[in-house]
Nanobody
């Protein structure tokens, strides 16, 4: 069983909304940093949002701040990404990730994919204009 499984992607029109889910297995959510990344064709994988290892550490990229919201329900071992006002530039394969090797104690650390050691397989989000 994969430790991270995403769902909820799909095709949506510009201005629409989607909610992504990521179910975690094998470790407790509240002990580790978790985040969402995305990768568009021909581009580097970039950080979208992240909860650091300690409460209060949150990262949102400039491109999604104010439109996307990350949340988690520890008891359900699930993290969510609520995406509103979607634009064609948001089209990408979205991954959830977890950092279980080292604590991520700043937003800067959260933004770097190299700090994450567990990855899901991704869910495709396509926004049409």
């Amino acid at each position: 069983q994969l430790p991270l499984v995403e769902s909820g992607g799909g095709l949506v029109q510009s201005g629409g909304s989607l909610r992504l889910s990521c179910v975690v297995s094998g470790f407790a959510l509240n002990y580790y940093a978790v985040g969402w990344f995305r990768q568009a064709p021909g581009k580097e994988r970039e950080g979208v949002t992240c909860f650091g290892t300690r409460d209060g550490i949150t990262y949102y990229s400039d491109s999604v701040r104010g439109r996307f919201t990350m949340s988690r329900i520890n008891e359900k071992y699930t993290i969510y990404l609520e995406m509103n006002s979607l634009q064609p530039d948001d089209t990408a394969l979205y991954y959830c990730a977890a950092a279980t090797v080292r604590p991520l104690q700043s937003a800067t650390m959260c933004a770097r994919r190299q700090n994450f050691n567990f990855w899901g397989q991704g869910t495709q989000v396509t926004v049409s204009s």
